[in-house]
């Protein structure tokens, strides 16, 4: 548990919300305190409905990332694409 009330509310606030009966798509990335990374990503919907909801969870992700960093959007992007190449889809 985080000693952070601010991240704890977050917290309980995607867990009710992974109980929503009409969710579409999911994606739960989980960073370890040993910086493990762990991820899980779920979808009833194909073809051109999964790109696009993937995008928008990568957009949403990456528009939180810019607004608590001094990186730019476009910065980000880089430096996940460099990540995500590394990592390896179990």
Do not use: C, K, W
Not at 7 to 28: G, K, M
Not at 61 to 71: I, N, W
Request: zero cysteines.
């Amino acid at each position: 548990m985080s000693d952070d009330p601010d991240f704890e509310e977050v917290r309980e606030q995607a867990t009710s919300a992974l109980d929503a009966e009409n969710l579409d798509s999911i994606y739960l990335g989980l960073l370890h305190e040993d910086g493990a990374p762990e991820f899980y990503f779920g979808s009833t919907v194909d073809g051109r409905e999964l790109h696009g909801a993937a995008i928008d969870q990568l957009g949403m992700l990456t528009r939180v990332l810019a607004d608590r960093s001094d990186l730019t959007t476009e910065e980000l992007a880089d430096l996940a694409a460099e990540r995500a190449d590394e990592l390896a889809v179990q």
